[in-house]
């Protein structure tokens, strides 16, 4: 057999072998992008079921460690204890598709409130158009009074790389991280919830305008599981036909 001989059937061979793995490598593609629907049709069920259950109360400080936040989050939660007014953040944000009438550029209003039993957990009170933030951190003082609230645990929101730093001399975040807002109120104020609180609508009108918690689940999976079986399908249909064409061409 000549060298020209066996170097086509070696590329023959190595394009055979690539077209087969690209189709293997779709296939299970599409096969993990099937299991990541199921997941997320699960995570859906159990997010509805979560919305309709009675209030539970707020895991106590004993357990934060070894919370299990995305099995609590969206989980509305009862509070007893006293909101620190004049300890409160404003995290930039901006609001679209509102449901109640503020909407645009504004900041969630996050006071401390510690807990009668101790530790303390970030509330977000609600939304305040741009213009009220000084309003949001300086007309408040501190209260002891003691409230019973109930609002939708959520976990914290992780900073990104092109997140900026806080600006601590307007008590202004950027990202509802409980960890990030810690250092910005009173350190005896510790320990603080691994998990923030989102406060239901109050009367319409009414500032901070709270309710305003997005539960969506972006679900492109089944789409994406039939584009990588497209592929994959593709695969060995051109693999097929360049076969036959290689056998057409060695018997002319």
């Not at 049709?41 to 299990?68: K, Y």
């Not at 957990?121 to 209260?143: I, Y």
Request: charged fraction near 15%; charge should be negative; hydrophobic fraction near 50%.
């Amino acid at each position: 057999m000549s060298e020209r001989a066996v170097l086509g059937r070696v590329m023959t061979g190595t394009f055979v072998l690539l077209m087969l793995a690209l189709a293997v490598v779709c296939t299970w593609l599409g096969v993990w992008q099937m299991h990541r629907l199921a997941e997320k049709e699960a995570l859906v069920a159990a997010v509805d079921q979560r919305l309709n259950d009675a209030p539970i109360p707020v895991p106590d400080v004993a357990s934060w460690p070894s919370l299990d936040l995305a099995a609590l989050n969206f989980r509305s939660v009862s509070l007893t204890g006293a909101f620190r007014y004049n300890q409160t953040v404003t995290v930039f944000t901006s609001l679209s598709n509102a449901r109640g009438a503020a909407s645009g550029p504004g900041y969630w209003v996050v006071t401390p409130f510690v807990l009668a039993d101790g530790g303390t957990v970030f509330v977000n009170r609600g939304f305040v158009p741009e213009a009220l933030q000084e309003a949001a951190v300086t007309d408040a003082e501190s209260d002891s009074v003691q409230v019973t609230i109930t609002g939708m645990l959520r976990p914290g929101e992780k900073a990104g790389f092109m997140t900026p730093a806080a600006d601590t001399s307007n008590r202004v975040e950027w990202v509802r991280d409980p960890q990030r807002l810690a250092e910005m109120v009173d350190p005896a104020l510790a320990p603080i919830a691994p998990f923030y609180v989102d406060l239901p609508a109050g009367a319409p009108g009414e500032l901070p305008q709270g309710g305003e918690t997005v539960i969506a689940f972006p679900n492109n999976h089944l789409g994406y599981a039939y584009t990588w079986f497209g592929f994959a399908i593709v695969a060995v249909v051109m693999l097929g036909f360049w076969l036959f064409r290689q056998r057409a061409n060695s018997k002319s």
